[in-house]
């Protein structure tokens, strides 16, 4: 009989920030969903979730708002990378847009 698949690890990194978005608060995303359950769910599925914590930053103003949004997503996807060369999957949790970088 045949081993079952083995579900992915994932690596679980919160993007805690509102740089880039239109409106403020979206930097609640990533607690919003840990308290919805989102790690219980996962674990449920099967999966092991490592939860990495949020990268934050502070808010450094409209003028500079575009270097904070570079050096989130510098960071994430070193993160990510990393994730990936372990043979994990990472999730990139916030508010806005995708939430799964994992690898098609």
């Known amino acids: 009989m045949p081993e079952p698949a083995r579900r992915p690890v994932i690596d679980l990194y919160g993007v805690a920030t509102d740089a880039g978005a239109s409106a403020r608060g979206t930097c609640m995303g990533p607690e919003a969903l840990r308290i919805a359950g989102l790690i219980e769910t996962l674990t449920q599925l099967g999966h092991e979730v490592t939860d990495h914590g949020d990268f934050r930053r502070p808010s450094l103003g409209a003028a500079r708002r575009q270097a904070e949004v570079l050096t989130l997503a510098a960071e ?10 372990a043979g994990r999957v990472p999730i990139r949790d916030t508010a806005q847009g995708r939430r799964s970088e994992a690898p098609r």
């Open 76 to 85: 994430t996807s070193t993160r990510g990378q990393e994730s990936l060369d």
